[in-house]
């Protein structure tokens, strides 16, 4: 169950927030038996496989740099949606996977050849504002670091000028505390118009260009149109690497397609309950 769901939210373009999303509601719908350990223990097990090989990841080729930059992300949106109900009942994020994103970065800093930078990009864009703001209430000054590394990268790597130009753009971002504005009517509903916020926790989306769009751009309905349209949504290749059903990678040539009878049933649950409250 959590091996399909692992692999569709690590290969299929644009489904990592969707497939985050759903991991969470799983984690606290799904039951599994005690001997195998809970639905967020076995997801949490299989992403630590992949984690611990992160040196080797971001010094392969172009097809083994693409699977692991597609599992970098897969686990960004995890930290933000993934939550985690204390014994009090209070939710906060797996810290686990705050120390994971932070090995990460230094593994794609280390090998800087374009792709990894672009990589650490996304991934910065994505959680930096929460990360730094969780590292702070632990008096840390990690994100110091991130910048300090980021200039050096700028400095002394030989990366092309367009990924410098990002790299630099992103120490802009953070100089300006992320993007985020705070609004003087914070009792006031929010909307478009009146939160400069908004849009913060909307998800990522890329063109078939590769060009990033979220919910605040004003043609977001015709370039999510088009994404939808696009022949090669859901291939099992592509974007994040080669054939993944080929010879040799035995890992998914042995996953069902179908889903299990439970996790279907709580996959239909999940997307009835999140159009309920887009209507509210």
């Known amino acids: 169950i959590f091996q399909f769901l692992f692999w569709k939210a690590t290969s299929v373009p644009n489904f990592s927030y969707m497939g985050a999303r759903l991991c969470n509601y799983l984690s606290h719908h799904l039951t599994i038996s005690p001997q195998s350990g809970n639905f967020r223990q076995l997801l949490l097990q299989r992403c630590r496989t992949e984690y611990e090989n992160r040196d080797e990841a971001t010094k392969g ?93 700028v400095l002394d790597a030989n990366c092309s000028r367009d990924v410098k130009h990002m790299l630099l753009k992103l120490v802009e971002l953070r100089s300006s505390n992320w993007g985020r504005v705070y609004g003087t009517t914070p009792h006031a509903e929010a909307t478009p118009e009146n939160d400069p916020n908004y849009f913060m926790n909307e998800p990522t989306f890329y063109t078939s260009d590769g060009v990033p769009f979220t919910a605040a751009d004003p043609d977001y309905q015709e370039k999510y149109q088009e994404l939808l349209e696009r022949e090669d949504l859901f291939p099992y290749y592509e974007e994040n690497g080669a054939d993944l059903s080929g010879p040799g990678e035995l890992y998914f040539d042995e996953i069902d397609d179908e889903m299990d009878p439970e996790i279907e049933e709580a996959y239909e649950k999940f997307c009835l309950e999140s159009e309920h409250k887009r209507k509210q």
């Not at 597609?70 to 906060?92: D, H, R, S, W």
């Open 61 to 153: 080729d172009e097809t083994t740099r693409k699977q692991f930059h597609a599992f970098v992300l897969f686990l960004a949106e995890l930290y933000l949606n993934l939550e985690i109900k204390g014994t009090k009942g209070q939710v906060t994020r797996a810290e686990i996977l705050q120390e994971g994103l932070r090995e990460l970065l230094n593994a794609l800093f280390s090998n800087p050849v374009d792709s990894n930078l672009i990589c650490a990009v996304k991934l910065l864009k994505l959680t930096g504002s929460v990360l730094e703001d969780a590292w702070k209430e632990k008096g840390k000054n990690d994100m110091e670091e991130v910048i300090q590394r980021i200039e050096n990268v």
